[in-house]
T-cell receptor, first 109, second 114 residues
Framework: RKEVEQDPGPFNVPEGATVAFNCTYSNSASQSFFWYRQDCRKEPKLLMSVYSSGNEDGRFTAQLNRASQYISLLIRDSKLSDSATYLCVVNNYGQNFVFGPGTRLSVLP | NAGVMQNPRHLVRRRGQEARLRCSPMKGHSHVYWYRQLPEEGLKFMVYLQKENIIDESGMPKERFSAEFPKEGPSILRIQQVVRGDSAAYFC????????????FGEGSRLTVL
């Protein structure tokens, strides 16, 4: 089983739609969780950290369920500029950051 | 305040040659990570270094690949006797230290092996 798993998509949604991505991780000792965004042929950039209590940043909401080892990202009111690959990232203290394979999102006009 | 700097941005090598990729972390960052991304694939961890130390090299191929992060100067990822399968984007990222959250990425070095 891969350490971090994501549905690769693609998710094709119309502008204004709400879309949700899921991510599961296998290492129960994982401590830090993030969502990164990667545009085509560019470097990944941090979208948001994921906290146990859940957190929101504008149209983006991240949730963490430690018992199920599951992370989610919800995007409301999708914009064309949200089209990208969304990467789930897990970190264990003192160790490397493990990236999921990514979920591709295309927001259509 | 410069970000993570990688060079060269693009590198072309013939099979059997050596490739050297450089990464200067953000100012004040002492931890460097190297990732490889093959076309249409995800980021694969290669190696995690602190100044003068390799912390985790579990993702490095056993042969031909090496990495260093000297006391002075950039981190270097070295690929000897390159093969076509080494063609990929190599991303470097840095962080201030252990368990400090965000990784900051460079723009990547794209290696093409002819």
């Amino acid at each position: 089983r891969k350490e971090v798993e994501q549905d690769p998509g693609p998710f094709n949604v119309p502008e204004g739609a709400t879309v949700a991505f899921n991510c599961t991780y296998s290492n129960s000792a994982s401590q830090s969780f993030f969502w990164y965004r990667q545009d085509c042929r560019k470097e990944p950039k941090l979208l948001m950290s994921v906290y146990s209590s859940g957190n929101e940043d504008g149209r983006f909401t991240a949730q963490l369920n430690r018992a199920s080892q599951y992370i989610s990202l919800l995007i409301r009111d999708s914009k064309l500029s949200d089209s990208a690959t969304y990467l789930c990232v897990v970190n264990n203290y003192g160790q490397n950051f493990v990236f999921g394979p990514g979920t591709r999102l295309s927001v259509l006009p | 305040n410069a970000g993570v700097m990688q060079n060269p941005r693009h590198l072309v090598r013939r099979r059997g040659q050596e490739a050297r990729l450089r990464c200067s972390p953000m100012k004040g960052h002492s931890h460097v990570y190297w990732y490889r991304q093959l076309p249409e694939e995800g980021l694969k961890f290669m190696v995690y270094l602190q100044k003068e130390n390799i912390i985790d090299e579990s993702g490095m191929p056993k042969e031909r690949f090496s990495a260093e992060f000297p006391k002075e100067g950039p981190s270097i990822l070295r690929i000897q006797q390159v093969v076509r399968g080494d063609s990929a984007a190599y991303f470097c990222a840095s962080s201030p230290g252990l368990n400090t959250g965000e990784l900051f990425f460079g723009e990547g070095s794209r290696l093409t092996v002819l």
